[in-house]
């Protein structure tokens, strides 16, 4: 998707009309006649006690003086009521109370002076533009609109997720992989939640604001309801309301539709309790209580190892490539890329038949990007639509279906382009892919359209980072997104376009 390109427009501001200059003027004139006025007054007051104009009518020479002062502060207050009605006729011409107005300073959409977070979710992009106003950094905002995500998109992720990630820390050039590590049996047919303590862990490296902060936002959303959006609506409709009632269907037992209001009160006790909790290691040991209680297991034995690893890295003419280590599919994706770049061909096929799985996974994603460069990637699934379609009756908690080891995770593969200072196209670029193992080589694609792109660039004028073409849709449902930065400014864009909403500062 590209964003059209729209000058910066500054607007002069006047200050001054032609007409001030006889306003002076008649200002100067109000002074003078004050001057003499008041030194005509003063003269009269300092007249010796016993000269005869000290009497008037008789009256002895103190009631002269008391005369002359009331004389004295009825022309002062004239003279103040006369150039406060000036002024004020200045005012109403000039404006010169008021500030003045400010600069007009027009951007293309999708750019952002500061900071910027994309998401399937409307309210989460809200609640990571929040966060990002409120000081909080990229790792903040992504990780507070990943667990708002765990709270209005259900069928896609949750606390029962596996989260994958990829930060690029702007200050260090470090790029740091989130790994959920492999997956793990909770009970037959059912995932070991991780999100809590992954998510937990790359706030505690790299957050800013206090965990807690992160978490009240979907807390209140679990507690006080949202609103089901088109993707929850679309996806109740195609699953059914099996094993998912009462949460997400009316009292009649058909599935909550477009608008409807859907709580998560259990949930909503989940998060306030982790929100306490002052380690990643004990973040998700209150939900694994829970989780076995209803299971009637004992303790589980297994336990979450999510881990903040180096991310693999590529180097090549145009910059290095990060992205995340196997069992994500980083390593395939990376070995696409190779071969691409050493056969010289500018358009592959985008749609190879590569990490081909018996069920399409189904994942989230967002993307958070600031004007220095800094950026988050998260991509998080259940592994089928609504995961094992088990609702966990104290916990709220949809638990995932994904427990085979050595699966691939197909749908994992964020990647940052950082270039080479000579580039003046970008300074990094992100992208994350959602849908098929097909959509994520549109990633490749989309990547490598990048690459051959001719960059050209006219000093000291801003261009709108070019975005992935409509075109990369074609291999099935899915969704791209898109971050960068360029000339200290943040960008985003999707494809397709419009699917995920936006929001920056």
């Known amino acids: 998707m590209e964003a059209s390109a729209e000058p910066v427009l500054y607007q002069k501001l006047q200050i001054w009309e032609p007409n001030m200059e006889s306003e002076e003027e008649e200002e100067e004139e109000l002074e003078e006649e004050e001057e003499e006025t008041s030194e005509s007054l003063v003269l009269y007051l300092r007249r010796p006690l016993d000269a005869p104009g000290n009497k008037v009518d008789g009256l002895p020479g103190a ?12 022309v002062s207050c004239s003279l103040a009521v006369r150039q406060f009605q000036r002024r004020g006729s200045l005012t109403g011409r000039f404006g010169s109370v008021a500030a003045p107005p400010a600069s007009v300073h027009s951007h293309p959409t999708g750019v952002y002076h500061h900071g910027a977070i994309i998401s399937p979710a409307a309210t989460c992009s809200h609640l990571g533009q929040e966060l990002l106003a409120a000081g909080g950094n990229v790792v903040d905002a992504g990780v507070g609109a990943s667990l708002c995500l765990a709270v209005v998109h259900p069928h896609a992720t949750g606390l029962g997720a596996m989260f994958w990630g990829l930060f690029h820390n702007s200050s260090s050039a470090n790029t740091t992989a989130l790994m959920s590590g492999p997956a793990q049996t909770l009970a037959p047919g059912l995932g070991l939640p991780t999100a809590l303590p992954a998510l937990h862990l790359l706030h505690a490296h790299f957050g800013h604001l206090p965990w807690s902060r992160l978490l009240m936002g979907p807390t209140m959303l679990a507690q006080e309801g949202f609103l089901v959006d088109e993707p929850l609506a679309r996806a109740l409709a195609t699953q059914g309301t099996k094993g998912l009632c009462p949460l997400f269907c009316h009292a009649d037992g058909t599935p909550l539709g477009l608008g409807d209001r859907a709580t998560n009160p259990k949930l909503a006790a989940v998060l306030g ?20 209680r209803d299971l009637g297991l004992e303790e589980p034995s297994a336990r979450p190892m999510p881990t903040l690893v180096p991310a693999l890295q590529f180097s090549m003419a145009q910059g290095t490539l990060f992205t995340t280590p196997g069992p994500s599919a980083g390593p395939e994706l990376l070995a696409l890329l190779k071969a691409a770049l050493h056969s010289g061909e500018p358009h592959p096929d985008p749609c190879p038949p590569l990490l081909q799985t018996a069920v399409t996974p189904v994942s989230s994603i967002l993307a958070t990007v600031d004007s220095s460069g800094a950026m988050l990637l998260l991509t998080s699934s259940l592994n089928s639509s609504f995961g094992s379609g088990h609702v966990s009756p104290s916990s709220g908690v949809l638990l995932s279906d994904l427990v085979d080891r050595s699966a691939t995770s197909a749908w994992a593969c964020p990647l940052v382009l950082r270039v080479s200072p000579d580039d003046t196209e970008a300074d990094v670029m992100g992208l994350v892919a959602s849908g098929n193992p097909k959509m994520a080589r549109a990633m490749t694609r989309a990547l490598l359209s990048h690459l051959t792109r001719p960059q050209t660039h006219t000093q000291h004028q801003q261009q709108p980072q070019q975005g992935p073409t409509e075109s990369s849709s074609t291999c099935g449902q899915g969704t791209l997104l898109q971050v960068a930065t360029h000339a200290e400014h943040s960008h985003v864009s999707s494809v397709p376009s419009g699917c995920c909403p936006f929001e920056g500062f």
């Open 63 to 74: 009631w002269a003086r008391l005369v002359a002062a009331l004389l004295l502060l009825a």
């Open 273 to 292: 309790r982790a929100a306490l909790t002052p380690t990643p290691a004990l973040a998700g040991d209150e939900l694994l209580s829970l989780l076995a």
